[in-house]
């Protein structure tokens, strides 16, 4: 006798509906009569030819496809209380293995990518405004939300520093709004304490810094007594040629825009280079290069919000005053960032000024990657561009980041304490390199083409290759949610959407047919992608409920990343609006490339 769900219509009727258990679909079938031979059992060695030769996973070997037997039997015997041969798969153990997503995962857990290049090869994930809870003007400051982002993987975190009221220590908060400010020593330890648990690849702090000399002098001891040994700095003045993530393991970068005198007077540069010099662990003798953050049609951009854009000119501190102990925070500037003074234009092409890191907003990238698309693709071969949030995003809201990774942003800089689907593609982004934090960029952002061409994200290029997606079915949901979460009368009518992010030609979306009054839907429905650019494309999934009065509810939602998905049948799990993995959520899918 199967389980039923009861729904109470006006009150007092009660309608009845069986709730289906999820079989396997016929290409499931079909593929486990073909490895078997039209047997009953898998082997090991089955199971291992079905993994290399229909899932593409060439590395497989007949003892890794035996474990595998071994743990879905175990599992299995320890869930429905049932003994059996452990050395082969049912047609239902093999359907039970290929729905596990710890052990059919849609993309790869581990690191693979070269992680030797110089930094600036690398898209990093990195935040904006990092200590806030919620809101930009009213919201708490705290290490929490630092700490959250480094247990995700994100590899850049912000910190504004000012002057506390007494004006003798340093606070973190949004400037002129009424964050609540939290001491900088407390977010300091958060990093240090929590950097390296997702990823042992560099954490890069930037600073936005409105202090005296005399506070900077602070940030540097507590930055050396907090760090010590895991902070980076050159052992020289500058950055030629920046190190590779491989070489920075477990090491904690400092990005600001160095105090201005260092930057005014030759004799204050001789003067400098008799004091201490910091150590370079990596070993090479580096040099830093002069630094430039944008100025745009006479407005000034930089990691600030609109609301703080002009304190850079306000500057509080003075050559004087800034012998004391500015010379040592210079000094733990790795990433140095600064400002142009005659445009983003000139900025981009000019190949006399050079650049460690340069900021724009989104505004200002817009219409840069409009107007000057190919110089921004040249200007980040060489240098960090980072991009954030407009200042009028005051909900903590973001933008849409593809604009800056198609033309070779490095940092696009996200309020992950956000919300909505422009995190969950930055979500999906960073999955990729068993998500590490840094995504080796393509080549084709890093080299020139055989006719000294860039690469520019407006053109229409020729089919690449097709993606195929095939949607076969979802189940869990009655696991992790109450059986009238969707629908007081009946149970959901879900539907799975399906959208390409990437460059303008490679867009798309398409989705299922609407499966009524089912926990477990089976569509079985296969759509193609044709795909110009298949390195920068991510797919995002989204299961949503069929609401006939209201807004069609929420199911479920991931992110992927084309380049780096698994051929053949995987499960996908799903997660929630803020991105947290929901429990039992999953899709059945297959993926195929033409």
């Known amino acids: ?76 015997h320890h869930l429905t209380k049932y003994t059996k041969n452990a050395h082969s798969f049912e047609l239902e153990d093999f359907f039970y293995y290929l729905f596990q997503d710890d052990l059919n995962a849609p993309i790869k857990s581990q690191v693979h990518h070269d992680m030797n290049a110089p930094l600036q090869h690398y898209f990093i994930y990195t935040g904006h405004n990092s200590y806030l809870t919620g809101n930009q003007l009213s919201s708490d400051c705290s290490e929490i939300p630092i700490i959250r982002a480094l247990e995700r993987g994100v590899r850049g975190i912000e910190l504004d520093l000012w002057p506390n009221s007494a004006k003798d220590n340093v606070h973190v908060l949004h400037g002129r709004t009424l964050t609540t400010p939290v001491p900088l020593l407390t977010c300091l330890r958060s ?19 409105h202090l005296t000399p005399d506070l900077q002098a602070k940030v540097a001891e507590a930055v050396i007594q907090v760090f010590g040994e895991m902070l980076y700095y050159p052992r020289s003045e500058c950055l030629e040629e920046f190190p590779s993530p491989e070489e920075l393991k477990h090491r904690i970068i400092l990005s600001t825009k160095p105090p201005k005198e260092y930057v005014e007077s030759k004799h204050q540069k001789d003067r400098e280079s008799a004091s201490p010099v910091g150590k370079d662990s990596v070993g090479n003798d580096l ?43 210079k000094r733990l500037i790795a990433i140095r960032a600064g400002k142009a003074k005659h445009g983003v234009k000139r900025a981009l092409k000019d190949e006399v000024i050079k650049f460690n890191r340069l900021s724009l907003d989104e505004h200002a990238l817009e219409k840069a990657a409009t107007n000057n698309g190919k110089d921004l693709v040249r200007f980040t071969q060489r240098n960090i561009l980072r991009v954030f949030p407009k200042g009028t995003r005051v909900t903590s809201s973001n933008f849409k980041p593809m604009i800056g990774w198609m033309h070779g942003a490095q940092m696009v800089a996200f309020n992950m304490q956000g919300y909505g689907k422009s995190l969950w593609i930055m979500h999906g982004m960073f999955r990729s390199n068993g998500g590490c ?158």
């Open 1 to 76: 006798m199967g389980s039923y769900n009861y729904y109470k219509v006006l009150g007092c009727f009660n309608r009845k509906f069986k709730i289906s258990e999820t079989g396997p679909p016929p290409d499931v079938s079909n593929a486990f009569s073909l490895y078997t031979e039209k047997g009953s059992h898998m082997t090991g060695d089955q199971l291992g030819r079905f993994m290399a030769e229909y899932q593409g996973e060439k590395e497989c070997t007949v003892n890794d496809a035996e474990q595998i037997i071994q743990e879905v039997v175990n599992r299995r």
């Open 287 to 329: 040099v830093v290069k002069e630094t430039s953050e944008i100025k745009a049609e006479g407005q000034e951009t930089d990691e600030r919000s609109d609301t703080d854009q002009d304190d850079e000119d306000n500057d509080t501190s003075n050559n004087q005053s800034s012998q004391k102990g500015a010379p040592q925070y």
């Open 437 to 594: 934090g840094y995504v080796r960029k393509p080549s084709f952002l890093m080299e020139r083409g055989p006719c000294n061409e860039l690469f520019d994200p407006k053109v229409t290029l020729p089919v690449k290759k097709t993606l195929r997606v095939r949607v076969y079915l979802g189940d869990g949901w009655r696991m992790d949610f109450s059986h009238t979460h969707f629908d007081a009368f009946s149970p959901p009518d879900f539907y799975t959407k399906l959208y390409i992010i990437g460059v303008p030609a490679d867009a798309a979306k398409s989705k299922t047919r609407i499966i009524e009054d089912d926990w477990g839907p089976i569509w079985g429905e296969e759509f193609k992608f044709p795909l110009t650019v298949p390195e920068l494309a991510l797919l995002r999934i989204e299961v949503r409920e069929y609401d006939m009065s209201d807004k069609d509810d929420f199911g479920g939602q991931t992110c992927l990343p084309v380049s780096e998905l698994r051929p053949g049948i995987r499960a996908v799990p799903l997660y929630d609006k803020k991105g947290e993995k929901l429990k039992s959520v999953r899709l059945l899918m297959q993926f195929r490339f033409i």
């Open 191 to 209: 990093i240090r304490d929590h950097a390296f648990i997702k990823s042992p690849y560099p954490v890069i702090i930037t600073l936005e810094d």
